[in-house]
């Protein structure tokens, strides 16, 4: 592992996961549904701390793959809330993967979550 640290190995991922065989696509990597659900999971922690109700992810931006990723490497998603709108929360993700001891970046993405009532209503983050 690379002695300097760069800001998202100080500060705590989201979740952090190794990935397994059962997770790889036909061609050995892993299957990049995978990486969403993730994702999706992750940045709905990030959400969540903005309200006490139900959330439901609204939208997934923009999410690129730029590296894949392998079997048995340790992927941290790493989550920054970049808006809070009256129903709303906007979350920003960035995905790493250790690899030979350096940190490889293997997407980044924006999402959105909502709060919803329990009719499935959009409704205030808080009262
Ligand atoms: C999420 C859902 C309740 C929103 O309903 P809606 O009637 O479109 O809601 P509204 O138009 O009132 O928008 C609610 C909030 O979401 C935001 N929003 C809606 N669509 C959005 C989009 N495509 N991108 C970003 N934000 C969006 C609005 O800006 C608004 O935010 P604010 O209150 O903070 O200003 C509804 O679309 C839904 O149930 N979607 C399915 C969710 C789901 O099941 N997700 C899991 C994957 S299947």
Redesign the pocket.
Same mark, same amino acid.
């Given at each position: 592992m690379d002695t300097q640290q760069s800001p998202k190995q100080i500060r705590d991922p989201a979740v952090r996961v190794v990935l397994l065989p059962k997770d790889t696509n036909q061609h050995g990597t892993i299957f990049g549904g995978v990486i969403l659900a993730h994702l999706d999971i992750a940045g709905g922690v990030e959400a969540a701390k903005h309200t006490d109700h139900p959330i439901?992810? !609204?939208?997934m931006?923009q999410v690129v793959f730029k590296e894949p990723v392998h079997v048995g490497e340790v992927v941290s998603f790493y989550a920054s809330t970049t808006k809070v709108?009256?129903? #709303?929360v #906007?979350v920003h993700m960035d995905v790493e993967a250790c690899r030979g001891g350096k940190l490889v970046h293997v997407t980044a993405a924006d999402l !959105?979550y909502?709060s919803?009532d329990k009719n499935? !209503?959009?409704r205030p983050?808080r009262p």
């Open positions: 439901v992810t !609204v939208a931006n709108g009256r129903t #709303s #906007s !959105v909502v919803i499935g !209503v959009p983050l």
